[in-house]
């Protein structure tokens, strides 16, 4: 079993930045990728960004590109995202999740095996 916790998230102004961490625990832990996922109110989950554990090989969704930045820990079994230049519209609830049995369909959430809790991330305007 793999426990994920996340951390980080709060409330920012727009243009600001945050860094929200995802510590794994429990089993061996060795996925195939990490990914970030986020949830706004009354809106489907939806892909933003994941990192291939292996390699580093990272992906983002285009609204996201070249704001936020993925990265991995792997002695500490952590992924990280770094916020920048935040806007109203990434107001959501953020999930980190393990892929560990192969895939490359990152966006998809129902490939992820485990999920953290979910932390707020609020960006005021």
């Known amino acids: 079993q793999v426990q994920l916790v996340e951390s980080g998230g709060g409330l920012v102004q727009a243009g600001g930045s945050l860094r929200l961490s995802c510590a794994a625990s429990?089993?061996?832990?060795?996925?195939?990728?990490m990914g970030w996922f986020r949830q706004a109110p009354g809106k489907e989950r939806e892909f933003v960004t994941a990192?291939?554990?292996?390699?580093?090989?990272?992906f983002y969704t285009d609204s996201v590109k070249g704001r936020f930045t993925i990265s991995r820990d792997n002695a500490k079994n952590t992924v990280y995202l770094q916020m920048n230049s935040l806007k109203p519209e990434d107001t959501a609830v953020y999930y980190c999740?393990?892929?560990?049995?192969?895939?490359?369909?990152?966006?998809?959430?129902?490939?992820?095996?485990?999920w953290g809790q979910g932390t707020q991330v609020t960006v005021s305007s």
């Open positions: 999740a393990a892929e560990l049995s192969g895939t490359t369909y990152y966006t998809r959430s129902t490939e992820y095996e485990y």
């Open positions: 429990g089993r061996t832990f060795s996925p195939y990728a």
């Open positions: 990192i291939r554990w292996s390699g580093g090989y990272t």
